[in-house]
């Protein structure tokens, strides 16, 4: 989740109002976010936002929604967005690039530190969340100082037109950014495939930027910056939209005073549009779903300690919500609204009423009464992981690979599929406890897979200066005995045992399993230097038919 | 243990051995004990003065000496090499050349001679007109007599073994530097000691009781029982440690939880780890393009690469609700939703797949089902990640289900957990809302431990379910870090054998 940081002085001074550094700490939580650190030293607040909620991915966002949720303001905020002549044309030759772009202008800003280190940490938190990195989402700032309109968003070929990047002297094409310049090569992937890039140019066919990668140095934003051109391009038009609103919301929040741009495309609209969204919430609805009984009026409060207008209407709640708010959509997501303005500490007064009757699952049994037994018979249980690899199921078990579920993208050599049996999870404990004392008695009920499903196993492993074949029977035997099992034992010719000393498990002519002396071949592989006996067998064939009666 | 309590567990052979000392005036080695002839073996005598040591009422001391012996006496009685020089030189006046010398003496033995000579100061050697001649030395004529300090005590030792006392230790030391000559051996004499302690005890009355240490089937059966006396134990001695086969700490604490959840009324399912996207991710309204489903996150296979989906009915309404949020009040995400993305084969990142497989499969009211299963997140392995581990999932679903409700079932599940103080705070999880997330007072600090919320219109409406389904899940690993004081997640998955054996039940 985005981790965005503020100066406690520059948040405070944006909420208007003296508020102890502690209520902060104490209320920030219940408006939705996590405290990740506070440096009381440096005044530096971090905290981590949800990632549905991007309009707060800023200082001058979350002063709002602050200044709001702590009662200093009621409701919505209002943005005006004064109508300009200046125009963006959208070339269709974008279409089957990067189809969309809209734009705003702020003009009387000024661009201090705070409000430039805020956009920048803005324009990243919102490329890496909802952006996609870039791919969906990205945003330009510019000077419109040089510039004029119309501009132009369109499509050319690679080569066709040259300017000087961010942070370059010198003009390259649009090529040589994605090969050379880092945002280029960070950024290249979104473009990939393509016969012709993005392009942004004004009236004389000044380049302000090659969207998605980087802007041009002509429209460089400094701190003489008073007038900003935002564009924001990308492959969803709400997303975009939305995009636009929260960049231009923050700066209106530190007096920038927003104007439009008429964006040209098969149909005009005009940007940004901040005009609240209307919602129409059905009060009873509202109530079930909380489990409150609050009255229209109880409930417009609750929404306006969340930045919401509303008003009773009825049964309905005539909701207004700010354009900045991207993850509203569906009523519950207003309804949650009025669960945080009610305040989360006033919820937990019901429980269920219906009756039912709990059982285990249906394997618990089986698991059960194969712990028991195995503690009885003084084995610890070891609970290991289903992640394997070949190399531990087969090759220094000494047997022939079967099909396993396989990984494509692995954390390790070590992890690239799930296992197949237990065995060899038991044998890797016993590898980490070379070191203590002998013998050790270790055992293990759970998952392996066969094909795709998964399937119950049991299986012990013991380490000792003597072990014999003698003693794995009688175990085995024991177990078979008291799971009440008939079955008969034949010579095994898996490689893994000493040849002569493994010895396969059949229950109903099916084979279930096996047990035996590990071969010396396969204790060395695993890093151990004493004599091992194993036994693993299919727990789901030993319990068939056994788990669901008592009489 | 005070003196009254020691003199009545004392054993017959710990008796024995006090008074034995008393007699000893208070100090005996164990052979000196043994002469007094009430012990049957010289090993009973050690082993009482052990317990006794141990009871604080005696003392054993222990010293060691080397003690010297003659090797191969043959060697002697043939005179050592030196004097067979000396012997020879002086028949012929105190001069010889060295073949004179090699004449009379075997070989090997020439060069020693020669050497000792040297090193006694009984003989000097030049070189004259291309020969080596051999002088006498005074101290050399003076021995031809009389033996030389090391022949002297080597006389001595061939009439017995000497003591290191006894001996001047710069002689042995050179007797000991030549081969085969002088054996050396170690030995500890122990002394053993009353104490004051010891010496109250013996005050206060002590006698040596016949007594019987070890209960028989035959006393038992012969009622010789009855005319016997136990010899008393000291109940604190030490008793070595023995471990029991256990279960593991993780199977303990989620049979806990099971159990909660069962006298809760809920009823545990579960199902396949590998699962297509489609159960995983689409049908909890998991946009297509959402991070978590990208290959850093989430773990795909590549045997099998994809899953044939099961119920065409609900493809169709999941794919409608991704797009145009189906007829719900929803908006959807407001794009082309890819069958062939829901179509791939992963191994499950939440038990949640548990719970939306059982809705599809039981949509009416109630519903109580809860899971404790284990998951799979692209994670590389450190102390606190894991790229499998698992989840704690309780589900409710009945007429009248609301958040209020999972906030006070919450409060009951957490509370039979042993947290008495449970907290809730706004919380995003993508396919509820409202959301929440838990934190409990543990040790005096409020930590987070579960999420919960209820679910999305969008993920219940495809499935037909028409009551809020309320959810709430925790990391089950934390919580047993927390309850086994645990640092290191590695711990619990490939474990020490000394942590297993040693781990409390409760």
């Known amino acids: 989740m985005p981790v965005v940081t503020f100066d406690i002085d520059d948040l405070m001074s944006l909420i208007s109002h003296e508020v102890p550094v502690e209520t902060l700490l104490e209320r920030i939580p219940q408006l939705g976010a996590d405290i990740h650190s506070w440096d009381s030293k440096t005044g530096e607040l971090s905290i981590e936002f949800f990632p549905d909620r991007p309009d707060l991915y800023s200082v001058e966002g979350a002063a709002r929604a602050l200044r709001n949720f702590l009662k200093f303001e009621k409701g919505l905020t209002h943005y005006e967005v004064t109508e300009s002549d200046v125009r963006l044309i959208i070339d269709d030759s974008v279409k089957d690039i990067r189809p969309y772009m809209v734009a705003g202008i702020v003009k009387d800003i000024t661009m201090s530190d705070e409000l430039i280190r805020s956009l920048m940490e803005l324009q990243e938190k919102l490329h890496l969340t909802m952006g996609r990195k870039r791919a969906k989402v990205s945003i330009g700032i510019h000077d419109m100082d040089r510039i004029s309109s119309p501009f132009t968003y369109k499509a050319v070929k690679p080569h066709s037109v040259t300017f000087i990047p961010l942070a370059m002297s010198e003009s390259m094409d649009l090529q040589e950014i994605l090969e050379k310049h880092e945002k280029g090569r960070d950024y290249a992937y979104i473009l990939e495939g393509k016969d012709r890039y993005p392009l942004l140019v004004d009236n004389d066919d000044q380049i302000l930027s090659f969207p998605p990668i980087i802007n041009g140095t002509l429209t460089t934003v400094t701190e003489a910056t008073t007038e900003v051109f935002i564009d924001v391009t990308g492959t969803d038009m709400d997303a975009i939209t939305g995009a636009l609103n929260i960049v231009s919301a923050a700066m209106a929040e530190r007096g920038g005073k927003l104007y439009s741009v008429k964006v040209i495309d098969q149909q005009d609209m005009m940007m940004p549009d901040l005009e609240p969204k209307k919602w129409r919430i059905n009060i009873d609805e509202a109530n079930s779903l909380l489990g409150t009984s609050l009255d229209g009026q109880g409930m417009s409060e609750a929404l306006e300690k969340m930045g919401y207008d509303a008003s009773p209407d009825g049964q309905y709640l005539n909701v207004l919500a700010p354009a900045t708010r991207l993850d509203l959509i569906h009523p519950v997501d207003v309804i949650e609204d009025i669960a945080k303005g009610f305040g989360y500490e006033n919820f937990g007064t019901t429980l269920p009423k219906e009756v039912t009757f709990g059982e285990l699952g249906k394997d618990q049994r089986a698991l059960d009464a194969s712990r028991q037994l195995m503690v009885g018979y003084g084995f610890l249980e070891v609970t290991t992981l289903m992640l394997s690899s070949p190399q531990e199921q087969f090759e220094k078990m000494r047997l022939q690979p079967v099909e396993t579920v396989e990984i494509l993208n692995p954390i390790s050599e070590d992890h690239t599929c799930l296992r197949v049996s237990l065995v060899p999870s038991i044998m890797a404990v016993l590898r980490r406890n070379k070191h203590r004392d002998l013998p050790q008695r270790l055992f293990e009920v759970g998952d392996v897979m066969n094909g795709c499903k998964r399937r119950k196993h049991i299986a012990g492993a013991a380490i000792t200066s003597r072990t014999s074949f003698t003693e794995v029977k009688s175990l085995v035997e024991s177990i078979m005995r008291d799971m009440s099992v008939q079955y008969e034992i034949i010579p095994s010719s898996l490689t893994c045992y000493i040849e002569g000393r493994g010895a396969n498990v059949i229950v109903d002519g099916e084979n279930i399993g096996s047990f035996g002396e590990l071969h010396p071949a396969v204790i060395t592989a695993f890093e151990l230097g004493y004599p091992i006996t194993v036994f693993e067998l299919d727990l789901n064939i030993l319990t068939r038919g056994k788990l669901d009666h008592i009489a | ?506």
């Not at chain 2, 599809?360 to 809860?370: D, Q, Y």
Request: proline fraction near 5%.
């Open chain 2, 1 to 506: 243990m005070n003196s009254a309590e020691i003199l009545a567990g004392l054993s017959a052979n710990e008796s024995r051995l006090l008074l034995s000392l008393d007699c000893l005036n208070g100090k005996a080695t164990p052979e000196q004990v043994f002469e007094e002839g009430d012990f049957a073996q010289l090993v009973e005598v050690m082993n009482a003065g052990s317990w006794l040591q141990a009871k604080g009422a005696v003392i054993i001391s222990e010293i060691s000496r080397k003690i010297y012996s003659i090797k191969d006496e043959s060697i002697i009685e043939r005179g050592l090499p030196e004097r067979k020089a000396i012997n020879i030189l002086s028949s012929k006046g105190g001069v010889a050349d060295m073949n004179d010398l090699a004449a009379q003496m075997p070989k090997d033995e020439i060069s020693i001679a020669l050497g000792w000579l040297r090193r006694k100061g009984l003989a000097t050697i030049s070189k004259k007109d291309g020969k080596t001649i051999l002088h006498l030395t005074d101290s050399g004529i003076a021995s031809v007599d009389k033996q030389t300090p090391d022949e002297l005590l080597l006389e001595q030792l061939l009439r017995g073994e000497m003591s290191e006392d006894l001996v001047d230790k710069n002689i042995i030391a050179a007797l000991r530097s030549r081969q085969d000559l002088v054996d050396e051996k170690v030995i500890v004499t122990r002394t053993i000691e009353l104490t004051d302690l010891g010496r109250e005890i013996i005050s206060m009355g002590l006698e040596v009781k016949d007594e019987v240490a070890q209960l028989t089937p035959e006393l038992i059966q012969t009622g010789k029982w009855k005319d016997v006396e136990f010899r008393r134990y000291d109940v604190r001695t030490f008793a070595p440690a023995i471990y029991p086969g256990k279960k593991h700490p993780l199977t303990r604490i989620a049979d806990e939880i099971r159990s909660i959840f069962v006298d809760m009324g809920f009823t545990e399912i579960d199902e396949e780890y590998v699962q297509p996207a489609f159960w995983n991710m689409d049908a909890l309204f998991t946009p297509q393009d959402h991070p978590a489903r990208e290959l850093q996150d989430t773990f795909y296979l590549k045997h099998p690469c994809r899953i044939d989906l099961e119920d065409e009915e609900i493809i169709e309404r999941v794919c409608a609700m991704h797009e145009t949020g189906g007829d719900t009040e929803s908006r959807g995400w407001g794009y082309e939703w890819c069958r062939e993305e829901s179509e791939k084969a992963l191994l499950r990142t939440h038990t949640t797949v548990n719970t939306i497989r059982y809705l599809w499969n039981n949509p009416n009211p109630p519903v109580k089902v809860f899971s404790l299963s284990k998951v799979f997140r692209k994670e590389a392995i450190d102390a606190t990640h894991l790229p499998e581990f698992t989840q704690v999932e309780g589900i409710v679903m009945e007429e009248g289900a609301s958040f209020d409700m999972l906030c006070g079932i919450i409060k009951e599940f957490y509370h039979r957990m042993g947290f008495k103080n449970v907290r809730f705070r706004p919380g995003y999880f993508p396919y509820v809302e409202p959301g929440l997330e838990v934190e409990v007072e543990f040790k005096g600090s409020w930590l987070e431990l579960g999420g919960a919320g209820v679910f999305r219109p969008e993920v219940t409406a495809p499935f037909g379910v028409d009551y809020p389904v309320l959810a709430w899940g925790m990391g089950f690993e934390r919580l047993a870090m927390l309850r086994w004081g645990l640092k290191d997640l590695r711990d619990l998955y490939v474990s020490d054998v000394d942590m297993l054996r040693t781990s409390p039940i409760l």
